[in-house]
């Protein structure tokens, strides 16, 4: 099946620091790209939708200043949480999807996660 | 706006029981539902994707079934093992997840 990787698995930073997540499709051209936040034992929530060469689509409530996020590829999407706090920690997942959009005819393949935790 | 709740939220059983997990959502124009597994602190593994116009799809000892008309889906587990103890999720046009269920399969 097809492969997506995130990078790093996790880190640990200093509240005021900024950090950057990559999140690859290792074999197959991601057209669209989706950035979850999970926090413990909840489920996962949208952040936002990034097509590549477009500026990315923010869910309700997402600060699109502090979470930069970058499409700049068909393989590669990253995020950036600018200026990061304590409650900035969380999981973060990122999925890959060869369609554009809601197509019924392609899964979305998810990276492994990265997991923050800001000081 | 879409919601979509799984039920139940969490459930413990003996090797080699049965199971059904059930995901109910609330708007039925859907394009496509699927199941993932969660392992504790990893991401997400895809297990069966049910376009709008399928009714079911089965891969192993897993069945997930599709009826629109009633908002719901349902995961069967047949014959289950401690290996699929994990967190199920349903998510509704790649999209929106539900809460999940925390499987436990003791020996």
Redesign the interface.
Known sequence: GAVVSQHPSWVICKSGTSVKIECRSLDFQATTMFWYRQFPKQSLMLMATSNEGSKATYEQGVEKDKFLINHASLTLSTLTVTSAHPEDSSFYICSASPSRGLSSYNEQFFGPGTRLTVL | KQEVTQIPAALSVPEGENLVLNCSFTDSAI??L?W?RQDP??????LL?I???QREQTSGRLNASLDKSSGRSTLYIAASQPGDSATY?CVV????????TRLQVFP
């Not at chain 2, 602190?41 to 895809?46: C, F, M, Y």
């Open positions: 394009y496509n699927q993932f602190g990893k991401g997400l593994t895809s994707l376009q709008s116009s999720l046009d790649k999209l929106i997840f539900g809460t999940g």
